[in-house]
C-alpha cells in the first residue's frame, strides 16, 4: 500500500541515534536508582505501601492470644450509668469489679492527670492501692505533625504513688492509622514503656518504635462492656488471669482511630493488636533499603539481556518476588517496605518499553531500515538535498511472489541504492519508495543516471528475473518541512515517470507560475460568464436528528487548461485584490436557487455561504440579497453566511452594523474557523451571530490531542453558554462524529457526513435518506 507522506514525530533516527535507543541504559538505570533513593527517603510511596500490607494481610490472618481483654466504656454504659467524664468512683468500682475476678494486671487507658472531686479520687486512689497491679495511663495520642518529644503527662501523685505507668502516645497517618508503636520513652528520666509492651511484658528501647501486625484479627481480642461488667453480666472466668486494658469504646468520645484491613476501631485495640504482635515475636523491620537494592540488582539485570522478552520476564518476576514474598516474611514478623523497588523496577521497565516501541515506530519490520516517520524526524535533514526513488511497478511485482520473497526482493533494491555510497543511510516507505540525504552542492546527476542504468538489469528473486521500473526525484533543499519537501520529491519521481526522464528536479520556486498569478484575476470573472466557475455543496449533519439539514456552498473552478484550480488559491486571490463581489454574488445566487429548490420539495433545508470581510463594507449588499431571497421565494431563516472569526472580530463597527442589518432580515450568521484567532468571550457577545464554527484543525486532531479535544468540548460549553449553535467542521471519520455526539454538539460536515457534491447528486441523497427515513 503506498505511503503517503505526512509530519511525524521528531525524533531523531539517524543510525547513530538508533544504536543509542538500543544501547544498554545504564545512565538510565543511575539516575532512576537516584529517584528511587529520594523516593524511600522521603516516603512517597507510603500510600500504595499501606495499601500492599493490607492486601498481604489478607493472606495470613491469625486469632489473637485471648490473653488480653478489652472491657469498652462504651455508648451503653454512657447511656445507663453517666455521661463522660464518669464520676471517678465509678472508675474505682469497675477496678474492684475486675480484680474481684481475678484479673492479672488491669491497665487504665484514661487520663488522670486532672484532679476531679476529693471524694472520687480518694475512692480511685485507695482502690488502686489496694489492688496493687494497676498500671496508669502516661499521655494521650499525638497526631502525625507534632513533635515526638514527649511531654509530661503523668496521674496525679495520688494516683501514681501505688499503681504502674505506661505511654499511650503513637503516631497516626494521613487516613488516622497507626502502622507502629513505641517501645518507651523516657519521662521525667524515668523509663516509661508502651501500653503494647507492658500488655506484653516486653522491653525496648527508649524512643524506638515497631510495626503493628494488623494480620491479627480484630474481632478475636475478647471485649466487654464496662456496663456488662458492672453488673456482673461478664462471669469471672472470663477474666481470671488475663491482662485487662480499661478504655473508651464511643465514638462520640472522639478516640477512633482506622484500623487497616477491619476499619474504624478505638485506641484501646490498637494497644491491644500492639501487645499481640509482641507476644508473638519481637518483630523486624528491614525499612526500604533492601528492596531498593533488589530492584536495582534485578532492573541492571534485566537491562543485559538482548530480547525485550526476557528483559520483560526478568522485571515481571522481580515485580511478583517484591509483592508476594514481604507476605511469607510479615508471617514471621519480618517486614519491610517494597514500594521503592517497585518503583524502580518500574520507571527502568516502562522507559525500556517505551524506547523499544519508539524504535520499532521508526523502523520498517521488512528491512530493518529506517522508514519515512524517521526520516520526517531528522533535524539534519532540513540542510540537505533529498532524493527519493521510486520503484514504479513495485506493487505489481510484489502480488506475483510468495510471502516470503519479499524481503529478498527488497534486499536486491537496497543493495543496488547503495552502490557507490555502501554507508548511505536510506529510509524506507510501503509501496517501492525508498528516500535518502545528500549534500545540496553534490554533483549526484550522475550518480542517479548510474543507478537507474544499474535498475535497468534484472532482479532474480525465487528463481524469476524481474524487470524494475525506478525513476528517482530531487528537491534541493528549502525552508519548508521534511514532510512537504519528501512529497514534492515524490512528486518530482513520478512526473519524472511521467516524461520519461530518469530523474527530476523539483524546485520549490516553481510551485507558482507567475504569469499565471498575473492573469488569473482577469481569467476568473470570464470563468465565471464561461460557466468554468460552479458551485459544490457538502452536506451538514444535525447530530441529533442524524439528518441532512443543510450544506455548505462552496465555489470551484474547472479551469480548461489547468483542470481544477484549489479554491484556496482564487478565492484568497480576489479577496486581496478586492475582486471578491463578483464571485460572492455567483455563489450566493447558486445557492440560494439550489437551497429554495430543495425546500420546495418538503425539506427543511439551509444553505451556508462563505462571507468575505469586504462584502461587509459593501452599502448594497443586504437590497441585493434581500431582492434575491425574494425573487427565489426562499426564507431568511434558511441561509447562514459564514464570517472567518478574524474578519468578524477585526471588523469596524460599519462593518458590525452590516451583520446587525443581516440578523435583523433573520439571516443566520456564523463565526467560521473558530479558534484560529483572537476572540474573547465579550467579542463574541458583541457579534450578532447564532452559529459558531469550530476550525476543522481542532475537529481532527481531537481523537488524538487530548488539548484539542478540550477547546472543542469548552467551545461548545460556551456557544450553548450564550444560546449559540455549534457546528463542527473537519469530521474526516466516525471516532471524531463519536466524540461530538458526546460532546452535544449540534452540527458535524466533513468527509464522514459526505464530500463536497453537485447539486443533482447532493438532491439525490436527500431523497434517498428520506426514502430511507419513511421506510
Given at each position: ?123 480511685l486512689a485507695e482502690t488502686i492501692a489496694r489492688t496493687r497491679r494497676v498500671t496508669l495511663f502516661a499521655r494521650s495520642r499525638v497526631g502525625a505533625a507534632e513533635s515526638a518529644r514527649h511531654i509530661d503527662g503523668r496521674p496525679l501523685p495520688i494516683f501514681a504513688r501505688n499503681s ?612
Open positions: 500500500m503506498r505511503e503517503h507522506p505526512r509530519e511525524g514525530s521528531k525524533a531523531p533516527v539517524s543510525k547513530r541515534a538508533r544504536q543509542g535507543l538500543e544501547k544498554k541504559p545504564w545512565k538510565l538505570l543511575l539516575w532512576t536508582a537516584l529517584a528511587g533513593l529520594i523516593f524511600g527517603l522521603i516516603g512517597f510511596g507510603e500510600v500504595a505501601e499501606d495499601w500492599l500490607r493490607m492486601a498481604r494481610n489478607g493472606f495470613h490472618p491469625h486469632r489473637a492470644s485471648g490473653d488480653i481483654v478489652l472491657v469498652l466504656i462504651d455508648d451503653q454504659s454512657l447511656r445507663q450509668i453517666s455521661n463522660w467524664p464518669w464520676p471517678r468512683r465509678q472508675d474505682a468500682a469497675l477496678i474492684d469489679r475486675v480484680a474481684q475476678s481475678g484479673a492479672k494486671r488491669i491497665f487504665l487507658d484514661i487520663n488522670l492527670s486532672f484532679p476531679s472531686t476529693h471524694e472520687d479520687d480518694t475512692a504502674g505507668l505506661a505511654l499511650a502516645t503513637f503516631h497516626y497517618n494521613y487516613e488516622n492509622a497507626v502502622w507502629r508503636l513505641p517501645w518507651s520513652a523516657s519521662i521525667a528520666g524515668q523509663k516509661v514503656p508502651s501500653f503494647a509492651s507492658a500488655l506484653a511484658n516486653s522491653d525496648g528501647p527508649v524512643d524506638a518504635t515497631f510495626p503493628v501486625d494488623y494480620s491479627i484479627e480484630v474481632g478475636s481480642i475478647p471485649a466487654y462492656s464496662a456496663l456488662d461488667v458492672l453488673s456482673g453480666r461478664v462471669s469471672s472466668k472470663q477474666l481470671a488471669g488475663k491482662q485487662v486494658l480499661i478504655g473508651t469504646g464511643s465514638e462520640i468520645l472522639n478516640d477512633n482511630f482506622f484500623i487497616p484491613g477491619y476499619g474504624r476501631g478505638f485506641g484501646v485495640y490498637v494497644h491491644a493488636l500492639g501487645a499481640e504482635t509482641l507476644k508473638n515475636g519481637r518483630p523486624v523491620d528491614l525499612g526500604w533499603g533492601i528492596s531498593l537494592l533488589f530492584g536495582i540488582a534485578a532492573a541492571a539485570l534485566a537491562v543485559q539481556r538482548k530480547k525485550i522478552v526476557e528483559r520483560l520476564t526478568v522485571f515481571a518476576g522481580a515485580v511478583s518476588a517484591l509483592l508476594i514474598v514481604p507476605g511469607f516474611l510479615e508471617a514471621h514478623l519480618i517486614f519491610a517496605d517494597v514500594t521503592p523497588g517497585i518503583f524502580v523496577l518500574l520507571v527502568v521497565a516502562s522507559v525500556l518499553v517505551w524506547r523499544r516501541y519508539r524504535v520499532r515506530g521508526l523502523v520498517n519490520p521488512l528491512s530493518n531500515l529506517p522508514n519515512l516517520s524517521a526520516l520526517r524526524g531528522n533535524p539534519d535533514g532540513r540542510k540537505q538535498a533529498l532524493i527519493a526513488a521510486r520503484i514504479l511497478n513495485y506493487e505489481e511485482i510484489v502480488a506475483t511472489l510468495t510471502p516470503n520473497s519479499e524481503q529478498q526482493l527488497v534486499d536486491q533494491i537496497i543493495s543496488r541504492l547503495r552502490v557507490g555510497a555502501p554507508k548511505r543511510v536510506l529510509y524506507q516507505g510501503d509501496g517501492g519508495i525508498f528516500a535518502w540525504f545528500e549534500e545540496p552542492n553534490a554533483p549526484f546527476g550522475n550518480h542517479l543516471d548510474a543507478l537507474y542504468s544499474l535498475f535497468r538489469n534484472p532482479a532474480r528473486v525465487g528463481g524469476l528475473q524481474l524487470d524494475l521500473a525506478i525513476a528517482f526525484g530531487v528537491e534541493v533543499g528549502s525552508s519548508r518541512s521534511l514532510a512537504n519537501r519528501l512529497a514534492s520529491a515524490l512528486v518530482a519521481a513520478e512526473e519524472a515517470a511521467h516524461d520519461g526522464l530518469k530523474w527530476k528536479y523539483h524546485d520549490p520556486d516553481s510551485l507558482q507560475d507567475a504569469s499565471w498569478k498575473l492573469s488569473m484575476l482577469s481569467q476568473l470573472d470570464s470563468a465565471i460568464d464561461r460557466g468554468e466557475v460552479w458551485v459544490a455543496y457538502q452536506p451538514k449533519l444535525d447530530i441529533a436528528t442524524k439528518r441532512m439539514t443543510g450544506a455548505e456552498a462552496l465555489a470551484r473552478w474547472t479551469h480548461p487548461e489547468k483542470g481544477p484550480i484549489a479554491a484556496s488559491e482564487f478565492v484568497a486571490a480576489a479577496e486581496q485584490h478586492n475582486r471578491i463581489g463578483k464571485l460572492t454574488d455567483f455563489v450566493l445566487e447558486k445557492a440560494v436557487a439550489a437551497a429554495a429548490q430543495i425546500n420546495k420539495r418538503g425539506v427543511d433545508f439551509e444553505i451556508a455561504v462563505n462571507l468575505s470581510a469586504r462584502i461587509l463594507t459593501d452599502k448594497g449588499f443586504t437590497l441585493r440579497l434581500s431582492a434575491l431571497l425574494a425573487r427565489h421565494s426562499l426564507s431568511a431563516r434558511h441561509l447562514t453566511l459564514e464570517l472567518t472569526e478574524t474578519a468578524a472580530l477585526a471588523g469596524s463597527g460599519e462593518a458590525l452594523d452590516m451583520i446587525t442589518r443581516l440578523r435583523d432580515l433573520g439571516i443566520n450568521i456564523a463565526i467560521d474557523d473558530y479558534g484560529t484567532g483572537l476572540s474573547t468571550l465579550e467579542y463574541l457577545k458583541k457579534i450578532p451571530a447564532n452559529e459558531i464554527k469550530i476550525d476543522q484543525s481542532f475537529v481532527k486532531g481531537m481523537v488524538d490531542n487530548r488539548s484539542d479535544r478540550l477547546m472543542v468540548q469548552s467551545t461548545i460549553g460556551l456557544a450553548h453558554s450564550l444560546g449559540r449553535r455549534v457546528v463542527a467542521e473537519g469530521v474526516e471519520h466516525r471516532e471524531i462524529l463519536d466524540l461530538l455526539v458526546e460532546m452535544d454538539c449540534d452540527v458535524a460536515q466533513g468527509f464522514a457526513i459526505g464530500r463536497p457534491t453537485s447539486l443533482d447528486s447532493l438532491i439525490k441523497r436527500i431523497l434517498s435518506d428520506r426514502k430511507r427515513s419513511a421506510a
